[in-house]
């Protein structure tokens, strides 16, 4: 069983409620899901699409043909009727859309009148539609009056409408549909829905992050929302910045000051933050940056998808420093790219940003849950009685490794200076040519290869000797799984994952360079047009991919897309 | 308690007259009536020869970028409000680069001290027109003159209703010193522009032409009445008044973030079971 | 000379009922008054809502980057000074993100008529909390409620010395109008910060709650007083007060360089043979 | 005759001022020479130093060894007494220094004490200094009277205490300097004397820019300052502008209005300009950006030298769109530079930058004279009547080379309309993917291998088929060149050098690759630790240097330090 249910609808009609609560009720059965949103850089109007998935097993990427259509505007039948799949039944208001349609697979339901009539309101228009697809799809309504009261809480004189509103909506889709011949098994235990955006904030609190500051830029926003709601329970304080340049300099300070600290962005506030992040380079101040993509060059298309900004991030800072980039592309891989970010940005004392993009961060997926033991904390700092016990403190002391001290200012007699000019070991400024080398060894060479040290090599997941093999990076992991499931049976295919991206991982201690080299087709994919994961990986490695996948409309693969394009290799 | 000696720091890389020095006077003498000692403040600084200015005493020091004090000295607040921070920034550093910043810095009330090194030049970068550069002040990159009218930094901060606002004279190290006390003595965001010749590049707003035109307050101004307080502000000619020019009590950022209301975040030990119930909601 | 349909342009993608309806009426009534032809206007614009303003009209446009709308439309001013040039930025656009560009191109006095579409919120990014925002008001970036004072435009515009300082309110768009008549009459930099009711995410400050605070100023008010104007501009709660509330006639940038005194920048010549005597002096 | 003038003070002390006026001397004696500076982030104190070579041949880079040391500071001596050539004298100041030196070869002189008895003033000891030097050398000291006369023109009343002084340095230096045997020949003709940044503002004025914007940043304020001295004359606006942000939207929203336009700036400033780089990219709007590093990371050392940045400048920017990168080496590579980058610019509608370095922003070097009518000028843009004349205009029309009409607005009844988001033709915002594709294709793909084949190969200088190459770029030009000059007597050898980095020259169309791959040492010279241009070469050709050459300590590379590097390579 593999479903995809698709809601059409403009901005500000409420696609997303539907949305989400048939997802509360296909996880809450224990089935699997992944959704994504399409939507426009506007408040009301337009036309927008909410897409989830769900099934018996895992899913992870969209997918083109659609089983159940519902559309509350006049443009979602004309524009994705035509993707209904062969058993697909689609429902729509005859009101929004203005005409009547007289093919089968399209009932018009008065959403609105059912509402009313169940007695409901009419705002409750959005609950029919969601009781219609569980009734076309034979599934129980009472899962959605469960998730209803749930979601209403905070205003329960709004449940028994919503209720009964679900219910005439779920009568209209069981017994309006002939063609309907769905059948969802029983899931197994309950599983959580996650948006991209939520797994980043989660795993930066269960790392220990005490401060967040950000500037409001899609599709970076949900986390700072997501924060934003929860810092008074976890003791986080989440600060909207009057811009990008105070966000990330209000992070420095707060990890100056003693603290875990983050930021996150999109490309054009990520350009603001640049010249901060380069300052994070030479006061060597732990920050995690998360830089979430969407289709430049500047405003672009900002509620849209790309992977453009890789070699941005690489080299974004004048001078040069030690950064690490990685790049998760699941809600699982981003605990963990979090966690390590938080870990390596406090070992290392270097920046560390997590390149996402809004197709990660707008999807949602079920997960069984989260494990919180997987999250590692180790305090760097030098803190309280152990700062005062030290006899002398030097910021920026030479060490075998590179790595100096970083102390928590205050908590000792000891004071802590630092700087963006050069400096010496105390932190103070500083002209001469010996001491410069120095620190640009201490800082650069001696760290580099440690941190290099510390970088997972790609998942290597399908064939161990691919004939084909293919490349790539962030979200693209969900639809690049699913093509090596779908090719495996016919093809020796494999697909190598990069979720850390630099410094790139070292082909001496892994085998993924033989992998590529091997392979008769080597694909590199991504949501871009001049392959940037392809350049750094011949500046790095050499190696030149004469073949690759590039889509650059702003949309996500779909897993039909990619396979339709793998074709002329197999 | 400290002394003057624990905040003597790095041998000063200014001209030999430079404003600043008085004001480096006036710091040590405030740190010590203040009591304060060195590891308990951080001093945030930017960069211009403003920006040198902890390297030259002693304490705890942020010397970051140019423009950017006043959002690294938010975070270290919103990090550790126990900790006092002290922002020292140019005229250029704070009014120019980083004139935004201090815009907002205004409207939160954070509790920081902010000390500008008010010169009405660019000193480090060899004498380019600053925001405050009087119209006319020819320069190598205003060979024609300064165009634009300069910008009343203590008007426009009572404008954005900034709660502590005063203006210094690097050349009255006593009066400097007592408005610094005043600053750290006050809660809230507290602006001390200080008029410091540039004797490299200023020929103009010398020390001369400051003595002649400065005075004090009259002991019974009163610095609550913000309409007085916009009128005296604009005094900048003939006659410039220095002083606590506007006060205002009114609760700081920190205060007003429930999150803050306990132990500074530096404190907070981690607690990963509070997670158990946000995950919870995701269900 | 042009009509109201020569100044039609693209179908507004803003919510029904916004206020921005009214700025764009009010607008297209302005130019058909002044006699402007669409392409004898350059239109600036940030990003936002606002942002969009110059697509729904019909002009030379540049819809440039969040925040930078003065310092692009400076640029144009100073490449061809005989183009008018109208900027339309939202609070958080100008105020906020970039806030430094206002301090100084009202420093400059250049001449752009800057239009403020304050909706007292981001709208565009869905409801936080913009340099506007009354505190208190909750946002889902704000739970706790907005934190920081609210910037009062028109007050700290006064207090920079801007030229021509306005409020208006779209709901008026009668008089509306007559502030950009009289915001392109004026010679200089001028301010129109527009009350824009957003109907999606304010609902606190409402067309009904500016309709029940807002008045005219008397017919007999003295735009050219400005310390009455500064306590005017403070004058924003129960009553809020619309039309100029300042103006002040001084040089623009445009007339006090030099080398504007003649035609544009645009229209000059080639001249290499002026670079002879240049290279002489390095001999 | 290959003699180097070292000149050594604190800073206020005047070292700049003997060191321009020597080096008039010479180049109006029709003599070659290089000059270059050394200072600290202060205004006074501290110490610097301004050192001269000068010779009858092309010189282009720093030697190690001095022959005239001037030492004004008690630094001076003890810091470069060492660095006299066998032939070489020192003077120094003996009140300044505190003590008197017994070591013959350094002679005391009372600088101010002589401009005093001679009849000048205390501050006309520079004066006496310069007399001094060309008193050493055997030369005229009429040549420094005349120059003295032209340079104080503004204030005649300080020409004839200042003649005096120089006078009387002469006689000292003629009559009190036993180990000189200097030999100075006659050169021929006049030279002039020009600094890398005003090279850089003569070719941008001489190209036809008129408008200039920025922010001071040292080393680019150079730039900033001769632009705003000759704006009168040349008809331009130089605005000082309150930020880089606002530096370059400035310069975009003139190039909008219809003038040639540019920014310059430094790293950190060029941190604040990404977005608006970006902005140019999306919006197709020519711009001029001067990048002139130094070293980084933050502030770092403001008033030294590094080539860390090229990589930074060639993905600043999020998204993705064409842009040119040049690094001229030499003035007259600046002047070609400048006017290429203006060509380019107006031409494909996509920001240039060109990467200068403090090394060369504070140089100058000596030419016979600027040939003006090298300079090309094509006006790209549609005004007055050719504009009118167009019955209909879309300023981002899909065209055959992707590059639309770039229109004046003002000068016709069509309206000019343009975008950060992404846009259809006319300019107005879109949010289709089809559009968006296009967009893509005409911006990116179209442009770019249009504009790579505009870009041309290195320089190669030296042996045909070298056994050894010394490849570089930029600043490096100098001391590179004279390298190969230096061996080539006794080794096969040759430099590549790039002034123009991007996009990377075609392999395909020139030879430098086969010149690289068959050279037994294909050796990589770069100022930065990591090797930049290094790795943009292997992810543009897959060639891997394993022989690098890296200076990162803020200095420049001199002759001596350079052949001594290339030893285990003989
Ligand atoms: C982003 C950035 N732009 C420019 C500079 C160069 N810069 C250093 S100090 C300075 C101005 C100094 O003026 P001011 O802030 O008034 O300080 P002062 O030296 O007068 O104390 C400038 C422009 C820089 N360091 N960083
Ligand atoms: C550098 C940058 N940061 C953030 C954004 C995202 N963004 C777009 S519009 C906007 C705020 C809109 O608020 P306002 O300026 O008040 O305009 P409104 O939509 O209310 O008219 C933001 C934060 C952006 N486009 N660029
Ligand atoms: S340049 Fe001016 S401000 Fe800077 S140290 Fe010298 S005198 Fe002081
Ligand atoms: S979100 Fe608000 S400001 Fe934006 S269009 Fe809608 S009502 Fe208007
Ligand atoms: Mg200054
Ligand atoms: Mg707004």
Redesign the interface.
Known sequence: MDYTIKIGGAAGQGIATIGESLS?VF??SGLHLFSFQDYESRVRGGHNFFQIRFSDRPVLAPREPVDVLVGLDGESIPLHGGELSDIGSALYDPTASGTEYGDPRFTGVPFKRLAVDSGGAEVMANTVASGAVLGMLGMDVSLLEAVLTDTLSRHPEAVEGNVKAARAGHDFGSNNCPRCSFSVPEGSG?????EGN?ALG?AA??S?C??Y?AYPMTPSTGILTFLAG????????V?Q???E???I???????????R?MTGTSGGGFALMV??VS?AGM?ETPVVIVLAQRPGPATGLPTRTEQADLLYALFAGHGEFPRVVLAPGTPEQAFRAVNRAFDLTEKYQVPVIILTDQHYADSTWSLD??D?SA?E?TDYRVRGDAFKALPTYRRHAFTETGVSPLA???D??????????EHDED???IEDAATRARMVDKRFLKKMPLIRGEIEPPLHYGSPAPEITLVGWGSNYGVMKEAVDALSASRDIAMLHFSELYPFPDESASDFMDVIRSSKHAICIESNVSGRFAWLARAETGFDFKDRISRYDGRPFTLEGLLEELDVYL | MSTSDEWRG?KP????GCGNFGILTAFRRAMVELGL????L?A?SG?G?SG?F??YT???????????T???????????H??PVAAFAGDGDC???????W??AM???IDVKLFVHDNQV?????G??S?TSVPGMKT?????GV??????PV??A????CSFVARGFSGDVEQLAGLMVAAFGHKGFSLVDILQPCV??NRLNTFEWYRDRVYHLESDYDPGD??AA??RA?EFGERIPTGVLYRQE?PT?ED?????AGAP??R?P???D??????EE??
């Open positions: 509360k996880s809450r309950r599983k959580m829905v996650i939520q989660l609190i269960a220990g005490r401060f500051s929860h810092a008074e329970r976890h003791g986080l304080v600060e910045a009057e811009d340049i105070a966000a300099n209000m992070a420095l300070g707060a990890s100056f000051a003693g603290v600290s010249e901060g300052l006061t849950g989260v919180l999250f904390y928590v200012p205050g000792a007699p000891h004071v802590v200076v630092t700087d963006s000019d932190g103070h400024l | 790095q890389a200014w001209c030999p000692e060195p590891h308990r951080i945030v960069i020869q040198k902890p390297h002693r304490c705890n020091t942020f010397n970051g970028l140019h423009g950017r006043l959002p690294v000295a938010t975070g270290i607040r919103l990090a550790n126990e900790m009014y120019g680069e980083g004139g935004n910043h815009l907002h409207r939160r009330n660019y000193g480090l970068t060899k380019q027109a925001p190598p990159t205003q060979p024609a165009l634009a009218d300069e910008l009343n008007a426009v009572i404008a954005m209703g490299s590049f913000r309409s916009y009128e604009l009114r950022y007003r973030l429930p999150v803050l975040l530096v907070l981690l607690e990963p509070r997670l158990t119930r946000t995950l995701l269900y």
